[in-house]
């Protein structure tokens, strides 16, 4: 089936500093997600991309739908104590069905 | 207010006891969905529906039955539960066609099979 990969699989950094994560798939996407979870609680929509080559932002938060339609990415400028977190890239299967498909995770650590 | 909402939030059971998870939704959702959520492997969809009497499977179904016979509440139960079912578990859910929403994620209910 498919399967999205996200690197890098942790990373810490300085409060300040600006972050960069991305995600690869096997075959094509439709769209790309990116989900932010909190210890303790559900994930959360960050961005949304639809088309492919999209760019969109949301506050610090920057992600782009890649050419190709098999990768996204997802950045974080001047990143504070609470990005601290799991995020996660998701997609729509184009297999004919209607499956999400969640990526492995990149956990987040900001050193104040 | 708006939620997606889970009961039991933690569970330990025994090998082979029967059990149900419940999930309801109050935002008049047709996409219901249930995950499970292991270290190192990220949300692994496990069932999902389309909307009433409309079910199918995700990635990981084995082990695990699903029902949808009202819009809002889309139970997750486990037969015969067996340790490697010990996990953290999400149920979600968006207005429609996942294309094009978002999915909310209920709390998490985290379940032990011993």
């Known amino acids: 089936g498919q399967q999205l990969n996200q690197s890098p699989q942790s990373m810490f950094i300085q409060e300040g500093e600006d972050v960069s994560m991305n995600c690869t798939s096997s075959?094509?996407?439709?769209?790309w997600l990116w989900y932010k979870q909190d210890p303790g609680e559900g994930p959360v929509l960050l961005i949304a991309?639809?088309?492919?080559?999209e760019l969109t932002s949301n506050g610090r938060l920057t992600a782009q739908f890649g050419i190709t339609r098999k990768d996204s990415f997802l950045n974080i400028s001047a990143s504070i104590p609470s990005d601290v977190g799991i995020y996660f890239c998701a997609g729509h299967s184009t297999s004919g069905t209607y499956k999400y498909i969640f990526g492995t995770g990149t956990r987040l650590k900001v050193l104040a | 207010e708006a939620q997606v909402t889970q009961n039991p939030r933690y569970l330990i059971t025994v090998t082979g006891k029967k059990l149900t998870v419940t999930c309801s939704q109050n935002m008049n959702h047709e996409y219901m969905s249930w995950y499970r959520q292991d270290p190192g492997l990220g949300l692994r969809q496990i069932y999902y529906s389309m909307n009433v009497e409309v079910t199918d499977k995700g990635d990981v179904p084995e082990g695990y039955k699903v029902s949808r016979k009202e819009k809002r509440n889309f139970p997750l139960i486990l037969e015969s539960p067996s340790p490697n079912q010990t996990s953290l578990y999400f149920c979600a859910s968006s207005l429609g066609m996942p294309d094009y929403n978002e999915q909310f994620f209920g709390p998490g209910t985290r379940l032990t099979v011993l």
């Open positions: 075959s094509i996407f439709n769209t």
């Open positions: 991309l639809y088309k492919a080559g």
